[in-house]
């Protein structure tokens, strides 16, 4: 099919076919061709397309009104959804601050906790502690605590430098994720990283409870987390949790630290929060460092559609959805079935190294060889075409590269909340013709390299 020229540009020069209109799991382009949204678009879409009831709330919203810019109105919408949000956090979290999307979340966290240091008579402490590889937004904010080669290299100039630890990629480095022994390895790395950078300097250590673009469901080794969340406290260090990916349910509750029973003092929000139906997201905060920071004058950051009364309504009709249709759970019970049969395809097909995640936010990982863990050749550029192959076939997937951004290739799996055991179905039929299509593509290319 011909398509008329665009105005637009995002990526590069890919053409995708127009979208019609999308209900439940599906979607569909204008020639009638049905899509199985198997990533639920880019981790977002949690409750599914076009739900009714979602819609209604909407509606109801742009009949009283669509803005109301936050210093001129309070408006009832933002303050429900404000009083929803923190009931739904850790004790003490119960100040929040709305945005537009992750990257704004967690550029706001890291504005907060500078604030907060100044406020408190640390002004000393400034650097944010992440992890390589990682993604935490495309700001330049952002990305100076994000590592992953392709976005943050051509900005490098332009940021400041961000001290980093590994992640936590036991099957990588062949140690055993069910050993605590294993879990402190890695967050010992955090207190050896603070004690070189000088505990005095250090602001804060944000993560993913989970991975995700840039580890592909990385689920951290036993006892990770509980020591990171430890060794902060130690150092007076912040302690930001990013669940733009894994919160409102995704992962089978509704904040990945409830696996954990963590208690953090920042949590950015974004994505399946309002399930892909408007642009919101939320930095969580605990009230001991708001207050602070609004005593010395106020926090001196914001975005014009900071509690747009829309969006909030549309964030309270969806966590309404999450809660009516018991999705939370529903997402623990279809990621292990999810799970299942994506370790069965790993057995048919030994490209597949690795399969991993946590409820709905599942990845397997392509490899050359499981053994020694060699990732596949790098100008097959595996990531990008299995998941052209998939779409071709009526499955949407996501994709990224494993190492850095440089070489390995995962596939992330992660359906609306609301799948069945009869969508699993029709994934994993469209994951194994994927897989075989593209084993067979790959075959010479692989017999070259041996």
Not at 38 to 45: E, H, K
Not at 92 to 106: C, I, K, M, T, W
Not at 127 to 136: A, E, N, Q, W
């Given at each position: 099919?011909?398509?008329?020229?665009?105005?637009?540009?995002?990526?590069?020069?890919?053409?995708?076919?127009?979208?019609?209109?999308?209900?439940?799991?599906?979607?569909?382009?204008?020639?009638?061709?049905?899509?199985?949204?198997?990533?639920s678009g880019a981790m977002v879409c949690n409750i599914g397309h076009s739900n009714e009831n979602v819609l209604d709330a909407m509606r109801r919203q742009m009949e009283r009104s669509t803005f109301g810019y936050r210093l001129h109105f309070e408006t009832e919408?933002?303050?429900?959804?404000?009083?929803?949000?923190?009931?739904?956090?850790?004790?003490?979290?119960?100040?929040?601050?709305?945005?537009?999307?992750?990257?704004?979340?967690?550029?706001?966290?890291?504005?907060?906790?500078?604030?907060?240091?100044?406020?408190?008579?640390?002004?000393?402490?400034?650097?944010?502690?992440?992890?390589?590889?990682?993604?935490?937004?495309?700001?330049?904010?952002?990305?100076?605590?994000?590592?992953?080669?392709?976005?943050?290299?051509?900005?490098?100039?332009?940021?400041?430098?961000?001290?980093?630890?590994?992640?936590?990629?036991?099957?990588?480095?062949?140690?055993?994720?069910?050993?605590?022994?294993?879990?402190?390895?890695?967050?010992?790395?955090?207190?050896?990283?603070?004690?070189?950078?000088?505990?005095?300097?250090?602001?804060?250590?944000?993560?993913?409870?989970?991975?995700?673009?840039?580890?592909?469901?990385?689920?951290?080794?036993?006892?990770?987390?509980?020591?990171?969340?430890?060794?902060?406290?130690?150092?007076?260090?912040?302690?930001?949790?990013?669940?733009?990916?894994?919160?409102?349910?995704?992962?089978?509750?509704?904040?990945?630290?409830?696996?954990?029973?963590?208690?953090?003092?920042?949590?950015?929000?974004?994505?399946?929060?309002?399930?892909?139906?408007?642009?919101?997201?939320?930095?969580?905060?605990?009230?001991?460092?708001?207050?602070?920071?609004?005593?010395?004058?106020?926090?001196?950051?914001?975005?014009?559609?900071?509690?747009?009364?829309?969006?909030?309504?549309?964030?309270?009709?969806?966590?309404?959805?999450?809660?009516?249709?018991?999705?939370?759970?529903?997402?623990?019970?279809?990621?292990?079935?999810?799970?299942?049969?994506?370790?069965?395809?790993?057995?048919?097909?030994?490209?597949?190294?690795?399969?991993?995640?946590?409820?709905?936010?599942?990845?397997?990982?392509?490899?050359?060889?499981?053994?020694?863990?060699?990732?596949?050749?790098?100008?097959?550029?595996?990531?990008?075409?299995?998941?052209?192959?998939?779409?071709?076939?009526?499955?949407?997937?996501?994709?990224?590269?494993?190492?850095?951004?440089?070489?390995?290739?995962?596939?992330?799996?992660?359906?609306?909340?609301?799948?069945?055991?009869?969508?699993?179905?029709?994934?994993?039929?469209?994951?194994?013709?994927?897989?075989?299509?593209?084993?067979?593509?790959?075959?010479?290319?692989?017999?070259?390299?041996?």
């Amino acid at each position: 099919m011909t398509q008329t020229p665009s105005n637009l540009f995002y990526h590069g020069r890919d053409r995708k076919p127009v979208l019609d209109h999308a209900r439940g799991v599906y979607m569909w382009d204008k020639s009638g061709k049905r899509y199985l949204d198997g990533s639920s678009g880019a981790m977002v879409c949690n409750i599914g397309h076009s739900n009714e009831n979602v819609l209604d709330a909407m509606r109801r919203q742009m009949e009283r009104s669509t803005f109301g810019y936050r210093l001129h109105f309070e408006t009832e919408a933002s303050e429900k959804l404000a009083a929803r949000t923190a009931a739904l956090c850790p004790k003490g979290l119960n100040r929040v601050f709305f945005v537009s999307g992750g990257s704004e979340a967690v550029e706001s966290a890291l504005k907060l906790a500078r604030q907060y240091a100044l406020a408190v008579g640390e002004g000393a402490r400034w650097k944010v502690i992440s992890r390589s590889p990682s993604y935490h937004g495309c700001t330049l904010g952002a990305l100076a605590i994000t590592s992953y080669a392709p976005l943050t290299e051509p900005f490098a100039p332009m940021m400041q430098a961000m001290p980093k630890i590994p992640s936590p990629r036991a099957y990588l480095d062949g140690l055993d994720p069910e050993d605590e022994a294993t879990g402190h390895h890695y967050a010992d790395m955090l207190e050896a990283k603070i004690l070189d950078e000088g505990p005095e300097s250090v602001l804060a250590f944000i993560v993913e409870p989970i991975g995700g673009a840039s580890t592909g469901a990385l689920v951290p080794p036993k006892g990770y987390m509980e020591r990171v969340q430890e060794i902060c406290r130690r150092y007076g260090v912040l302690f930001i949790l990013d669940e733009v990916m894994t919160g409102a349910g995704r992962t089978g509750a509704f904040l990945a630290a409830e696996h954990w029973n963590l208690a953090p003092d920042i949590i950015a929000l974004s994505k399946g929060f309002a399930a892909g139906y408007m642009p919101l997201g939320a930095m969580v905060a605990h009230e001991r460092l708001v207050e602070p920071v609004l005593d010395a004058g106020g926090f001196q950051h914001g975005f014009t559609y900071a509690g747009n009364p829309l969006a909030c309504a549309t964030g309270c009709a969806v966590l309404d959805e999450i809660e009516r249709l018991g999705l939370v759970d529903n997402a623990a019970r279809m990621g292990e079935r999810l799970q299942e049969r994506l370790r069965g395809l790993m057995q048919g097909y030994a490209i597949i190294g690795d399969v991993r995640g946590k409820g709905l936010l599942t990845a397997f990982e392509f490899m050359a060889d499981r053994g020694t863990k060699a990732p596949l050749p790098k100008g097959l550029r595996a990531f990008d075409r299995f998941v052209q192959i998939a779409y071709a076939k009526g499955l949407i997937v996501y994709a990224r590269r494993t190492r850095d951004g440089v070489e390995g290739d995962h596939i992330i799996v992660a359906p609306p909340m609301i799948v069945t055991e009869a969508h699993l179905d029709e994934i994993t039929e469209m994951l194994d013709a994927s897989l075989e299509e593209f084993t067979a593509e790959i075959r010479p290319a692989l017999d070259r390299a041996v």
